[in-house]
């Protein structure tokens, strides 16, 4: 999505007119982005997941040589978060760059974030591109409206 298309169906923010936990955050995903292991595609992404509590897990996309093995950063930092413990989120701020696109999670990032989501709640997206100014303001309910539920 650009920035353009970005505006009709959601909100397109400053950064500077953030909050300071959410700037904090936004420079973490973009710091996790750098940390990245791309050999193959050179496609960085980093992720920055805010808990309930404050506490905020990091990630980044993990590349293989067998491509299907791959995990993208938002699940990373999912992992990380319920292996300590960690399984209610409010935030999540996503850094990535795609020929001046602003980068949503894949369907699969977006599947595993609905299964944390908590629909009276809902999980606030942000989408950055690295040394923007701009950041777009969107949900997890927003980016898959008829999620994968196992009643």
Do not use: H, W
Not at 36 to 47: E, I, L, Q, R, T
Not at 55 to 76: D, H, K, M, P, Q
Not at 86 to 93: E, G, H, L
Request: aromatic fraction near 8%.
């Amino acid at each position: 999505m650009d920035s353009t298309s970005a505006e009709n169906t959601n909100q397109l923010k400053p950064l500077n007119e953030l909050n300071s936990e959410d700037q904090l955050l936004i420079s973490m995903c973009s710091l996790a982005r750098e940390r990245a292991y791309v050999p193959y595609s050179n496609f960085k992404v980093g992720a920055a997941l805010r808990c309930d509590d404050g506490t905020i897990f990091s990630g980044c996309n993990v590349e293989n040589a067998s491509y299907g093995l791959a995990i993208c950063a938002e699940r990373t930092a999912i992992v990380k978060a319920v292996s300590e413990g960690k399984t209610k989120f409010t935030t999540i701020a996503i850094a990535g760059l795609n020929k001046n696109q602003f980068v949503p999670p894949c369907g699969a990032c977006r599947q595993v974030l609905s299964e944390f989501n908590n629909p009276n709640n809902d999980m606030i997206v942000y989408l950055y591109q690295p040394e923007g100014t701009n950041v777009v303001k969107t949900s997890v309910s927003e980016l898959l409206p008829l999620d994968f539920k196992f009643n």
